[in-house]
């Protein structure tokens, strides 16, 4: 999927305002990022000349203050796109989102696993001086679906926008760190809170649970701002629980308190204390206690002889949980390419498993390629295929005798002859495109399978000869590194 954010860019003052601005324009395309500047392009402007274009157009229209312009940035998932179809899709979403109105400079980075866009633009429209403003909601009304139709007609994977904004950005930011291999919180917070909920018998009694497990709080009784919030250990900032879902905003963990307090239980307990049945209860999901279980863990937890302890303290343990992680991957590319023997052999095994990645990933490439140019030789008849399908109501209702669509008819029996011209049928396209679009499906898990392949075999290739230089004596590394200065200077 391709996913998109913006951000703006603000002024450093009368001194030198466009500072920050100048800064992120250089950032943005520095060679070693962007395949020695080919994947750089402009929009309304002299890319070499970018920064003076949009400073002078804010001095035309007496706007060089406050906001100097706006960053986007269009993550793609790795693996799923290239970088030259990447820049295509940036080229085409910045002249459709910001058409003929702001300077724009675009370029893509290629230089991480995951290849991602930028479009920096100016604040101020060079054509009337009206100012950019980016407005609540622009996020999912605009940029996202521009994306998400770019993606489509590239064959790319899109993500659902959904109609709750906080949601929408608490999806992204998981998503982000989630590519990012960062550790995502979402989920341990979430079942210290049903733990704490479980243990309390009242709202000021979870405050404290939770407070005993480490977390810090905010907000609690809305004297500092609208939402419950609060903070597990090791992480940086306060997240607001309304973010986590339906069931842990403040006024959803006051019911559940009292849903899921001993109250409920009263009638289970009468018939356990007076004879043993076999009965159905009610289980929560998350909690596997009864409810003489719950009404005992609360009175040690209300006397103090039960240690409260955070549900959860994977965060401590997060880069131990990647590293383990990579060996397992490592351990079982070694199985499955039945990579066995001495350390010499292990390393000239790995060699050659990654020169054929590489020549794997290129006849993956190429295939992809092909797939593309076919289908794209077949989208004017996909378009007049998709206008067929538009005007097919309107067809039926002419044909019922509504002289209305006359119009549309006539557009109708046009598309139709052209069609007809080239030999296909819309049911035969429809068929064409659904396998364009399971092909580019196969060629892309098929490449994100290689390109894996190829970056473990890297990987362990680089540990071997990490090790081999570590374990050489000092006169050895000297005489390596010489011999490495003097191939750099040749």
Excluded at 36 to 59: A, D, F
Aim: aromatic share 10%.
């Amino acid at each position: 999927m391709a996913i998109s954010k913006i951000l703006y860019i603000g002024d450093c003052g009368a001194g030198y305002a466009g500072k920050h601005l100048k800064q992120a324009l250089n950032y943005i395309t520095v060679p070693e990022k962007t395949g020695g500047g080919r994947l750089v392009g402009s929009l309304n402007c002299q890319q070499e000349q970018v920064y003076e274009q949009m400073r002078q157009t804010k001095e035309q229209f007496g706007k060089t203050d406050q906001r100097q312009g706006y960053h986007l940035i269009i993550s793609f998932v790795e693996g799923e796109v290239d970088a030259d179809t990447a820049f295509e899709v940036i080229g085409k979403f910045a002249k459709e989102y910001l058409g003929k109105d702001y300077e724009a400079l675009y370029a893509v980075h290629d230089n991480t696993d995951h290849i991602h866009g930028h479009i920096i633009f100016n604040s101020v429209s060079f054509r009337d001086g009206r100012k950019y403003r980016y407005k609540k909601g622009d996020w999912a009304k605009e940029i996202q679906p521009i994306t998400n139709r770019l993606c489509e007609e590239y064959g790319l994977s899109t993500i659902e926008i959904s109609e709750d904004r906080a949601k929408k950005s608490e999806n992204y930011k998981e998503w982000n760190d989630f590519r990012d291999g960062k550790f995502v919180w979402a989920d341990m917070i979430k079942r210290d809170i049903d733990a704490a909920i479980i243990q309390s018998a009242t709202y000021e009694s979870f405050l404290s649970v939770l407070s005993e497990m480490g977390y810090g709080i905010k907000n609690a009784y809305r004297t500092e701002g609208k939402y419950l919030a609060i903070k597990p250990m090791g992480m940086s900032r306060f997240r607001r629980c309304k973010s986590l879902g339906e069931n842990y905003t403040e006024e959803r963990i006051r019911e559940r308190i009292v849903q899921e307090s001993l109250s409920s239980y009263k009638k289970i307990q009468a018939v356990q204390e007076t004879r043993i049945v076999r009965c159905r209860v009610k289980r929560y999901k998350r909690a596997k206690m009864s409810g003489i279980q719950k009404r005992y863990f609360a009175r040690l937890y209300k006397t103090g002889l039960l240690k409260k302890r955070p549900y959860s303290k994977a965060w401590q343990y997060r880069d131990d949980i990647r590293k383990m992680q990579k060996l397992q991957e490592d351990y079982l590319f070694l199985v499955r390419h039945n990579v066995t023997g001495d350390k010499g052999q292990t390393e000239n095994a790995i060699k050659e498993l990654h020169l054929q990645m590489a020549g794997r990933k290129k006849e993956t490439s190429r295939e992809k390629s092909r797939i593309f140019k076919e289908r794209a030789r077949m989208k004017p008849l996909f378009d007049i295929a998709d206008q067929l399908e538009e005007l097919k109501k309107c067809e039926n209702c002419f044909q019922r005798g509504e002289n209305v669509f006359e119009k549309e008819h006539e557009e109708y029996v046009k598309l139709s002859a052209r069609l007809a011209k080239e030999g296909y049928t819309a049911g035969q396209l429809a068929e064409f495109k659904e396998h364009y679009r399971s092909e580019i499906a196969r060629i892309r898990e098929k490449e994100k399978a290689v390109a894996k392949e190829e970056r473990i075999a890297a990987r362990i290739l680089a540990e071997i000869t990490a090790g081999e230089r570590a374990g050489k004596p000092e006169p050895e590394k000297k005489q390596e590194k010489e011999r490495e200065r003097k191939e750099k200077s040749r």
